[in-house]
């Protein structure tokens, strides 16, 4: 049985940092791509960066470029999200997914098979 399990959110500041991980289970880790996703409240869960193997080529929404780093440790079986400089509008319960993407599909939710249960960031001001 495959397991997605985030960790790491939690209440922050405007300006403060939070790592979330991802530990991932019963899956072949690393011929997989992984993604995070959020869902901010009363809004669509909306794509956020994926990470492709075999290059661990990244991609991350606009919305977050040169603040989010996405990165995966195979070893571990683990894809991390780093978030520096949070903003009140990165409120969010942020997910972790796995799947097989393409390059005109990474953004949607349809590639991605498994999905973990969700870790809440909050941003105040």
């Known amino acids: 049985q495959v397991h997605l399990v985030e960790s790491g959110g939690g209440s922050v500041h405007t300006g403060d940092s939070l790592t979330l991980s991802c530990a991932v289970s019963?899956?072949?880790?690393?011929?997989?791509?992984m993604a995070w996703f959020r869902q901010a409240p009363g809004k669509e869960r909306e794509f956020v960066s994926v990470i492709v193997v075999p290059r661990w080529a990244t991609h991350y929404a606009d919305s977050v470029k040169g603040r989010f780093i996405i990165y995966r440790d195979n070893a571990k079986n683990t894809v991390y999200l780093r978030m520096v400089n949070l903003l009140p509008e990165d409120t969010a319960v942020y997910f972790c997914?796995?799947?097989?993407?393409?390059?005109?599909?990474?953004?949607?939710?349809?590639?991605?098979?498994?999905w973990g249960q969700g870790t809440q960031v909050t941003v105040s001001a």
């Open positions: 019963g899956l072949t880790f690393d011929v997989n791509d």
């Open positions: 997914a796995a799947g097989v993407v393409t390059e005109s599909n990474y953004y949607t939710e349809i590639p991605y098979q498994y």
